[in-house]
Nanobody, 122 residues
Framework: QVQLVESGGGLVQAGGSLRLSCAAS????????MGWYRQTPGKQRVLVAS???????NYADSVKGRATISRDNAKNTVDLQMNSLKPEDTAVYYC????????????????WGQGTQVTVSS
């Protein structure tokens, strides 16, 4: 089992910046991918950015050039720095990870944080 705890959401003006952080804990063998999704009311959760344990990052087109994802494998944390925020970035942001729970297992299990609200005012 993996527990994810997010922090850093809040209210920010358009054009401002925000840094979201997420820390993983629990009992597992390794975490392959960590990242962030976001969701607005009535819509599906969509990927914002992800990063592998090797440091390979992937971004949604909507945040490319404005977001930077980083990861500390030793601390099992992932951060998302978002700059030049727009009102359309307003959403609940969820941290997630894909974990392998035991040595030798090929099964990856996805875990989610509880979500943190980001509101960008115009």
């Amino acid at each position: 089992q993996v527990q994810l705890v997010e922090s850093g959401g809040g209210l920010v003006q358009a054009g401002g910046s925000l840094r979201l952080s997420c820390a993983a804990s629990g009992k597992y063998f390794t975490i392959n991918v960590m990242g962030w999704y976001r969701q607005t009311p009535g819509k599906q959760r969509v990927l914002v950015a992800s990063i592998t344990n090797g440091g390979s990052a992937n971004y949604a087109d909507s945040v490319k050039g404005r977001a930077t994802i980083s990861r500390d494998n030793a601390k099992n944390t992932v951060d998302l720095q978002m700059n030049s925020l727009k009102p359309e970035d307003t959403a609940v942001y969820y941290c997630y990870c894909n974990a392998v729970l035991s040595y030798g297992s090929s099964t990856r299990v996805t875990y989610w944080g509880q979500g943190t609200q980001v509101t960008v005012s115009s």
